[in-house]
């Protein structure tokens, strides 16, 4: 870009002598004004001619080729040259506007560890993440970044979370808390046993999302593609019917209409759009970045702006998903009761079979524990000491004709049996997450029509839930089919035009994700198979994240649709003028080039995420 500015400085120079020095021979200045132009304009023509050679004819090289050339062979000499400066000047604008775009991005890329610290054989060996195995040990030291996804099982630190999360304050780590990689280690240092190989970690998956984003387009971009590539040979096709028709059907010269032929070529480059409009997108994906939102298309982007119905899930996106035990029934030992319990749901990752590991607080003997399965949407079936223990919800009792103590306090109740005979309940509940209910307050700020609530919780906890919120609708007692069910009457019931969004933090909502108009996972929290499945990855387990998209990609129609319309707008104006004569290239400079520079400019405000 540096040389580029250089020839357009020393172009203008040239031009400047040209005009204002009065040499004795025209033909001298001609000689200059000619310079000029081809110290500004030998790249494009020469990109114009190889294109030609690859087939692609009518592009905006060719269009100004064919009428800065034009201008010199009617005599125009200082607009043939100022077109082409300007042209240039363009050009800049927009080399400038997509490398900022592109540093926004390539900030988050630098969350990618150059090397892991891992202890082999007792020595640290400085090695590839890619090389590190699920089990081994690695070692942060201050001021590097995390290289793979582990548990802290030494020392204790602050982490830097803002390229993954956008949060500005630091995290405490902790032995046994989980950490994610991509973040940068402050002050202690930490071992870290690894969970995950590189390829499956956060950093590789974060890195993989953005790198790809940009070929899901939108289709306001798909548009401007396809109306380029018809558009500009039918301009062409106009501009050469303007040059030779009218002055054979009038008395007027074919100078006059050659020019004005010219200025409509000149006016009609399809520039502020074919840049702008997909500039503004990838401005709009390194903006979310920078807030911890990773959107992979600027067609979810795009999509989000439009969104009608909200569906939430309940733990772990409206809820904190931390439960605590609050009440336990039992018809036998408490202790005993709490101890199968704990056994019992020792291989589940659930939130809630946590707490019950917790609130039993003992180590857990795996020896006695057989036969563990999973009954999707009803718990858990497993034999401990040769006794069958059925673990779960209520439905799960029902199934199987054992005859139990209901719960009626409002709350997560897991009943259990042993040898198909009741042994008790737990009761336990979760706390409405601190943003939730802004949260819901601000979506209904930005025209989002219905906000509904799907859970596999009891009834009464459900119910309690939405209404402290005061949500829409709520459907409870619900199994993952049936959240795909409700989904699918919910895409039923939008308009043509909007969307359905579905927000959960990935236990069991892969499936939802995917069918829903959005997917958006919490990422905090959230499985790697609801990831996957989403459209819209959001780093922290920040509700109010949701609604800082929704109004970013709002902001970003916003400015497409401003981009478009003054374009066009501007364009059509000109080019009427251009034909009955009523504009020079001056006029037609302005409503190419700058019309461009304006566009650029615009769009580059969908990198400032602080009024969003």
Request: aromatic share 6%; proline share 2%.
């Amino acid at each position: 870009m540096k040389n580029k500015v250089i020839k357009i400085v020393l172009s203008i120079i040239l031009f400047v002598i040209a005009i204002i020095i009065p040499f004795p021979n025209e033909l001298i200045n001609n000689c200059i004004f000619a310079l000029s132009y081809i110290i500004v304009g030998y790249e494009i023509i020469r990109k114009a001619t190889r294109n030609i050679f690859r087939g692609k004819v009518f592009d905006e090289n060719f269009l100004m080729t064919v009428a800065t050339i034009g201008a010199f062979v009617i005599g125009e000499f200082p607009e043939a040259t100022m077109v082409m400066v300007f042209y240039q000047i363009g050009e800049v604008f927009q080399n400038y506007a997509v490398n900022k775009s592109r540093k926004s991005i390539a900030s988050l890329m630098e969350i990618k560890p150059d090397f892991a610290n891992v202890i082999r054989e007792d020595n640290e060996e400085k090695v590839n993440p890619e090389e590190v195995k699920i089990g081994e040990i690695i070692v942060v030291k201050p001021g590097e970044k995390v290289a793979l996804d582990g548990i802290v099982i030494e020392g204790d630190s602050m982490l830097d979370t803002i390229a993954l999360t956008g949060e500005s304050v630091p995290r405490k780590a902790n032995i046994g808390n989980e950490i994610l990689s991509g973040c940068i280690n402050l002050n202690g240092l930490l071992k870290i046993q690894v969970t995950k190989q590189y390829i499956d970690s956060t950093v590789s998956k974060i890195l993989d999302l953005v790198e790809n984003a940009s070929s899901r387009k939108s289709k306001s971009e798909n548009f401007i593609s396809k109306f380029a590539k018809y558009y500009t040979p039918i301009v062409v096709m106009i501009a050469v019917i303007l040059a030779i028709i009218p002055p054979i059907l009038t008395e007027e010269t074919f100078s006059d209409w050659i020019y004005r032929a010219l200025s409509f070529l000149v006016v009609s480059c399809p520039c502020a759009l074919v840049i702008s409009v997909p500039l503004s997108f990838f401005g709009g994906i390194g903006g979310a970045a920078k807030l911890g939102i990773l959107i992979k298309g600027s067609n979810y982007l795009e999509a989000l702006a439009n969104t009608e119905i909200v569906v939430l899930d309940k733990t772990g996106t409206l809820t904190e998903g931390v439960f605590e035990v609050q009440k336990i029934h039992t018809e036998i030992n408490e202790n005993e009761f709490i101890k199968i319990a704990a056994h019992a749901e020792h291989y589940s990752n659930h939130p809630i079979a946590d707490s019950i590991k917790k609130y039993y607080g003992k180590e857990i003997d795996e020896e006695i524990i057989e036969g563990a399965e999973e009954l999707s949407g009803l718990g858990l079936s497993v034999n401990i000491e040769g006794k069958n223990i059925l673990i779960g919800n209520e439905k799960l009792m029902i199934q199987n004709n054992i005859e139990y103590i209901k719960c009626e306090e409002v709350g997560t109740v897991v009943y259990m049996s042993i040898d198909k005979k009741f042994a008790g309940y737990i009761l336990i509940s979760d706390k409405i997450k601190d943003d939730s209910e802004i949260a819901i307050k601000e979506l209904r700020k930005n025209n989002v029509k219905q906000i509904i609530m799907l859970t596999g919780d009891r009834k009464n906890v459900g119910e309690d839930v939405a209404k402290k919120l005061k949500l829409d609708r709520v459907y409870t007692e619900l199994l993952p089919a049936d959240k795909v069910e409700k989904v699918e009457e919910l895409l039923k019931e939008k308009t043509e035009k909007g969307k359905v969004v579905f927000c959960g933090d990935g236990l069991n909502d892969a499936p939802v994700l995917a069918l829903a108009d959005l997917g958006i996972a919490m990422g905090g929290l959230g499985a790697d198979a609801a990831i996957e499945a989403s459209d819209i990855v959001i780093m922290t387990d920040e509700l109010l994240k949701i609604v800082k998209a929704i109004k970013l990609a709002k902001k970003n129609m916003r400015i497409v649709r401003q981009n478009i319309v003054f374009a066009i707008g501007v364009k059509i104006l000109v080019l009427i003028l251009s034909v009955i004569g009523s504009a020079t290239m001056w006029e037609a400079v302005f409503a190419d080039v700058g019309v461009s520079i304006i566009a650029i400019i615009n769009s580059l405000r969908m990198l400032s995420v602080k009024k969003v």
